[in-house]
């Protein structure tokens, strides 16, 4: 079967106000696949992400998702045309529950889903959530935090989820739980584009891998390719 690129990078510059920081990126990632993109502190995986969202100042070059052109488009557009962002931050509301961070992700998305049976499948899919749906969000462990914001990315069925660090200071079970829920993910078909500082664990969870270095890209290949490569590894990812 050919390989259909969900999501294309070509040449993608980006800039914090004077500071240049993507010195064009190229990559892609097919549909159904789970690319790892990792790289040492301050590489450019963020602001990759950032880009692909339309959360960056200035960028140029071109993005394209499921055959539109992204880099004209504002962030909310990108987000109804079935792209989530789970950033860094995880951004769980204040004083909304578990239950209304989640309708969030249905909100963001705009997109024509019934309720009942998004939640239903949420909480077939995160348990935790299932036994604090009416928690506050912010009171919910760091992992747990970390679970709803992955669930709300999820709620409304995107075709492409952005996960930046998702295992980042959280504990080893939950790390764990996150791989197992990955896993599925990608056997269900979900098309993921995971930034990682835990290196291994996320080469384990990926089909492919891109790492950057100062804004561009170094190497690229398969996850197990770069699994077994220590000397890259070393030499890229090392933090
Ligand atoms: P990390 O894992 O440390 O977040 P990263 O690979 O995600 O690393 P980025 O966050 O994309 O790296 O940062 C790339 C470069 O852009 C770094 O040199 C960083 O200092 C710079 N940078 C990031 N955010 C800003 C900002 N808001 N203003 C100015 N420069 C920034």
Redesign the pocket.
Known sequence: MAETALLELDGVQAW??A?H??HGISLRVNEGEVVALV????????????TVMGLMPKAEGRVRFAGQDLLPLAAHRRFHLGLAYVP?ERRIVPGLSVRENLRLGLVAANADIEERAAFAEIAETFPRLRERLDQEGVTLSGGEQQMLAIARALIAKPKMVLL??PSEGIMPVLVEEMGVLFRRLRDQGKTLLL?E?NVEWALRLADRAVI?DQ?EVVHESSAAALLADKDIQDRYCAV
């Open positions: 914090y106000g500071s920081v993507l790289g040492r502190n301050g590489a450019g995986k963020t602001t990759t992400l950032r860094e930046d660090e930034v500082q950057i804004g």
